[in-house]
């Protein structure tokens, strides 16, 4: 799952004049005289600290942030991202929930929440979150959410809807990771080796290549007969991913 782009602009709301310290460290000057104006500037700051790895800051920010208003919803949805980040499942749950309560029909809320879901062996609850944010007609990225929900398909083993929330996903955004590399995985167990191989292959050449793509190509490669691409790429994953239970397999000639 990516995290939310980092939010540090200058924001000019009526109100008193305040300061606000950016993640760069110098200063955000800005009018945020009511609640809900402050509450948006301290979960954007947040969101910005979030984005570089500083949860602690974050935190504290986003306790600004529902202070100031605790109707505030995007405040707990970040909330619930900082929270799954620092593996408290409770917390993550519960502000997610709170978000979801003020604002049911927000689409990023009910993909991240979903997501979380997906995360803790709870697939099955995890696609009518999914499904909500995509009834949303102002989602901004539903392709996101058709990859997220191939992907907890895939683990619920419904190799039927994964295939078509991938094949969505990708007719919105042939680029999209997760369904490129979920959609060659059904590909190569369907025996269709052709379309598996382009959609690896297209994986691995726009994003680093991670030891699961490493392991398909692997045996896209051997049941194709291609031994000098098949040890290729083996010995990519050996070298990049040696602990990888993907190596491991391929130690033990568990291609299938």
């Not at 993909?111 to 979380?116: A, E, L, P, R, S």
């Not at 031994?227 to 290729?232: F, I, K, M, N, T």
């Amino acid at each position: 799952m990516t995290r939310l782009a980092a939010l540090a602009a200058l924001l000019l709301i009526a109100g008193c004049a305040t300061k606000e310290q950016d993640p760069s460290g110098g200063t955000i000057v800005g009018e945020v005289g009511d609640p809900r104006n402050r509450a948006r500037v301290h979960t954007e700051l947040a969101g910005a600290y979030y984005e570089r790895g500083n949860l602690g800051v974050a935190l504290d920010e986003l306790r600004h942030a529902t202070t100031a208003d605790p109707s505030y919803a995007q405040a707990y949805g970040l909330l619930g991202l900082v929270h799954m980040e620092l593996k408290e499942p409770r917390e993550a749950e519960s502000s997610f929930q709170r978000g979801l309560r003020l604002s049911p029909n927000d689409a990023d809320l009910n993909h991240n929440f979903g997501w979380f879901l997906c995360q803790n062996g709870r697939e099955p609850e995890s696609i009518k979150y999914f499904l909500q944010a995509l009834r949303n007609p102002l989602y901004a990225s539903p392709w996101r959410t058709y990859s997220a929900a191939g992907v907890c398909s895939m683990r619920m083993k419904n190799a039927k809807d994964a295939e078509e929330f991938f094949q969505r996903a990708l007719k919105l955004d042939p680029d999209e990771p997760s369904a490129l590399l979920g959609l060659g995985q059904i590909r190569y167990r369907q025996g269709n080796i052709g379309d598996a191989r382009k959609l690896v292959s297209r994986y691995n050449k726009l994003v680093s290549p991670s030891a699961e793509s490493l392991w398909l190509a692997v045996r896209i490669e051997r049941r194709s007969g291609e031994r000098v691409a098949e040890q290729s790429y083996a010995t990519q994953l050996r070298r990049r991913f040696p602990g990888s239970p993907e190596y491991q397999a391929l130690q033990q000639g568990q291609y299938d």
